[in-house]
């Protein structure tokens, strides 16, 4: 069955880093886009970052833009988000979250990791 | 960017009632909508998508309408484990930017 498990979360410090990773399981990896989505405590959702088949195509939301690199290994079936210079506001629960192939709604979710910023 | 805007924010009912929620968006997006259901301290899950197919495992009492701007999530006959939050969500085409809804909190009367 599918699987998406993250881990990486915790608490940091303003300014500084944090590298969150999604393993997963269960399907062909290399044959779905993957997605960031975070979601701050009490609030809805919002799209991080987003990353294709090979990694040859990466998006991010403005927000995050200069901070956030997301990366994948197809060979280790994993997706990352090393977030750099963290602020009080990216203070969330992220998500990785798989996209149906040829569809563009995420059919797969992870349970999420606490990313908490602050000093 | 597309907005996407629901509403209710908050729909209190009864079980046993219809729920019928609302999501806009601010621009056509075809029939390229998708909705989630979250309950607390859960991933969200998804319920329908390309705005009226159930996803898999998802009970026919869902069902999903619309099209262009204006959609519809109804839920026939609420049962204790449908109050949840739920939220609308569409992609733009290429670069691949999604929007989420604000949100509509389903709530029991």
Known sequence: QVQLVESGGG???????????????????????MTWIRQAPGKGLEWVSFISYS????????????????SRDNAKNSVYLQMDSLRAEDTAVYY???????????DYWGQGTLVTVSS | EIVLTQSPATLSLSPGERATLSCRASQSVANFLAWYQQKPGQAPRLLIYDASNRATGIPARFSGSGSGTDFT?????????????????????WPPKYTFGQGTKLEIK
Request: glycine share 8%; with cysteine; aromatic share 16%.
């Open chain 1, 11 to 33: 608490l940091v410090k303003p300014g500084g880093s944090l590298r969150l990773s999604c393993a997963a399981s269960g399907f062909i990896f290399s044959d779905h886009y």
């Open chain 1, 55 to 70: 990694g040859s195509a990466i998006y991010y939301e403005d927000s995050v833009m200069g901070r956030f690199t997301i």
């Open chain 1, 96 to 106: 990785c979250a798989r996209e149906k192939r040829r569809g563009n709604f995420f």
């Open chain 2, 73 to 93: 999530l109804t839920i026939n006959s609420l049962e204790p484990e449908d109050f949840a939050v739920y939220y609308c969500q569409q992609r733009s085409n």
